[in-house]
């Protein structure tokens, strides 16, 4: 029976690191802030941004919600982007998505100041990235590697596959274990023999959005499975990618939907504030 890896509690330890230096920083005179963007009445994004509202005011960060109207114009949001960028309260800049259809996401993500890109979505963040040189890592990859890390499974030289190619997980996710050393296989919809490939994975990482995509039979025994999947089912429960009772039986170590991979994104964001607000005080 694996092990579960508890995203609750590693996001807590990662939280109250951040929040000691926070405090650590107000005594110097250095306030740290996060202005959250949220463009129309999308039931999910307004649930995470409450999340990442409540996750700023433990850490002792301040965050400043800007509510816009589902139709707001994408130059009435660039101009509010450009606003943030030059004010000096804000340190991190986050815009949920997605954006209704009348603005270009791209265009808004391309506006954000790199270095108050705490989603590092940005392509200044993005290259940085890829050549291991970088200041922020995306939220979700980052949180990832945490809890891998919280298991003592060294991911040097181990089998690493990647379900997903997307330029939020997918992507950063396979370059962040590239990094560590790992010997990395991307999968997606055009894969051939997905199942084959999955099963010689020492560390699967799953970030398809589709329910319990993930079966006992494409898991290695013995291996780490992180399951990003956020899905909502229509009895409104949350569901991984990953078919966790199944799969449990054969990994050693698991992540739970919820209170796995969720978690860890946010406290991920609380401590790229963090250290957007250093570098931009000359203190990192
Ligand atoms: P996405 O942009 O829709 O990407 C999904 C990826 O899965 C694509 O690369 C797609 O391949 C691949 N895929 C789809 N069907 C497949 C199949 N049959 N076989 C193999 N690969 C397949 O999604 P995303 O933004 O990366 O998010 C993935 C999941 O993670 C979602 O459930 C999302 O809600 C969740 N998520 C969770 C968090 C968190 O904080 N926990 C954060 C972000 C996302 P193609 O590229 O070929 O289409």
Excluded at 38 to 63: L, Q, T
Excluded at 210 to 236: C, H, Q, Y
Aim: proline content about 4%; charged content about 25%; aromatic content about 4%.
């Amino acid at each position: 029976m694996a092990k579960i890896i508890d995203g609750k509690a590693v996001s807590a330890s990662v939280k109250a690191a951040v929040a000691q230096e926070v405090a650590a920083l107000k005594e110097q005179g250095i306030s740290v802030g996060l202005a959250v963007v949220i463009v129309g009445d999308d039931p999910a994004s307004r649930i995470y941004v409450n999340n990442k509202k409540k996750a700023c005011a433990s850490c002792g960060i301040e965050s400043f919600e800007y509510a816009l109207s589902g139709d707001t114009t994408e130059e009435e949001l660039l101009e509010l982007v450009e606003k943030l960028n030059q004010d000096k309260k804000v340190n991190g800049i986050l815009v949920q998505l997605p954006l209704p259809r009348q603005i270009d996401e791209h265009k808004v993500i391309e506006a954000i100041s790199p270095k108050k890109d705490v989603d590092a979505f940005n392509a200044v963040n993005v290259g940085k990235i890829m050549i291991g040189d970088f200041d922020f890592l995306p939220c979700t990859p980052s949180g990832c590697m945490d809890l891998i890390d919280s298991t003592s499974v060294s991911v040097e030289g181990k089998r690493c596959v990647v379900i997903g190619r997307s330029n939020i997980v997918g992507k950063p996710m396979a370059m962040l274990l590239l990094h560590r050393n790992g010997t990395v296989t991307i999968c997606h919809s055009r894969t051939k023999d997905l199942k084959e490939i999955c099963r010689q994975a020492d560390i699967l990482v799953a970030a398809v959005g589709k329910p319990n995509f993930v079966t006992a039979d494409m898991v290695k025994e013995g291996a780490v499975v992180i399951d990003v999947g956020m899905n909502r089912l229509e009895n409104g429960k949350l569901c991984g990618d990953v078919d966790f009772e199944a799969v449990s039986q054969v990994a050693e170590w698991i992540t739970p939907v919820p209170g796995g991979v969720g978690p860890m994104t946010i406290a991920t964001l609380m401590r790229n504030t963090l250290t957007a607000a250093k570098i931009q005080n000359g203190l990192s």
